[in-house]
């Protein structure tokens, strides 16, 4: 996370004076305790459609004290409540749900007109030739046997898989017309 949210320009001043941020997938919570640590000033809520794994991230947050300012409910991408969002985090998601556009179409009417969405996924290329590499082997069975059912068990199925590419994720994202207008779009260096 030390390059990616420096990548977004604005954003760290932010988190260091105090925003409000959405972590949105968060599993068990750990990207989500990760940020309340550094940021301290700032609240952050994690979503996931999961029960089990907010019990979990609940647990976390407690364990490494830092309740007070993240907490955690079970939502989904594209039904979480809260809007005015500084900051909106998917960390290795979008390419699971079954609706990423509708997701899409959800951050943006969450977020403050100056927020932010960082998105996070595996790098991947737009060509299958351009994944048959010992990590792209090991991603391809990953999203045919989770990431792809996955999906497909959720409404619209849209089934990117952790293969889909930044050209198939650019797409899907911008399909909701401009879905990021006003918000930023940069894609950090690594």
Known sequence: MSNWLPALDGVVAKLQRGAKVADV???????TVIMAKAFPNSQFIGYDFHPSSIEHARAHARAHEVASNAGFEVGTAKGYPEKDFDLVTFFD???DMGDPAGAA????????????WMIVEPMAGDRLEDNLNPVGRIYYAASTTVCVPTSLAQEVGAALGA????????EVITRVG?????????????
Do not use: F, I, N, Y
């Open 105 to 116: 179409a959800h951050v943006r009417r969450s977020l403050k007109p100056d927020g932010s």
């Open 163 to 170: 293969q889909a590419g930044e050209a198939r994720l650019r």
């Open 25 to 31: 997938g968060c599993g068990h919570g750990l990207s």
């Open 178 to 190: 401009s879905a990021m207008s006003g918000a930023q779009r940069r894609r950090p260096s690594t």
């Open 93 to 95: 998601c979008l390419h």
